[in-house]
């Protein structure tokens, strides 16, 4: 069974940064798209990159490059969210998804079919 399990969400102030981890467990991760994703409730998901993780190839939305940068760790199955020069309006639950190459995207969440639990990012100004 495939599980996506993410950690290092958590609060800081205005202009720090924190890492996201999601640790992909029951399937071959190297064929896949990973990405992260945001979510305020009552709004949909909204992409903040991706990796295809055969070559490397990232996707970032326009809002968060230079700031947010996604990698992969091959020998721990492992993508991670480095993002620095945190703001406010960066606060929500951040999630780690998983989908085929075809659907991998920052604005459409819907080809996603694998999905962590999420993680908390909360920053005070």
């Known amino acids: 069974q495939v599980q996506l399990v993410e950690s290092g969400g958590g609060s800081v102030q205005a202009g720090g940064s924190l890492r996201l981890s999601c640790a992909v467990i029951?399937?071959?991760?190297?064929?896949?798209?990973m990405a992260w994703f945001r979510q305020t409730p009552g709004k949909e998901r909204e992409g903040v990159a991706a990796?295809?993780?055969?070559?490397?190839?990232?996707l970032y939305p326009d809002s968060v490059k230079g700031r947010f940068t996604i990698s992969q760790d091959d020998a721990k199955n492992t993508v991670y969210l480095q993002m620095n020069s945190l703001k406010p309006d960066v606060t929500d639950k951040y999630y780690c998804?998983?989908?085929?190459?075809?659907?991998?995207?920052?604005?459409?969440?819907?080809?996603?079919?694998?999905w962590g639990q999420g993680t908390q990012v909360s920053v005070s100004s």
């Open positions: 990796i295809l993780i055969f070559n490397g190839t990232t």
């Open positions: 029951g399937y071959p991760y190297s064929t896949y798209c």
């Open positions: 998804a998983a989908a085929i190459p075809r659907f991998c995207s920052v604005t459409r969440h819907k080809g996603f079919g694998y």
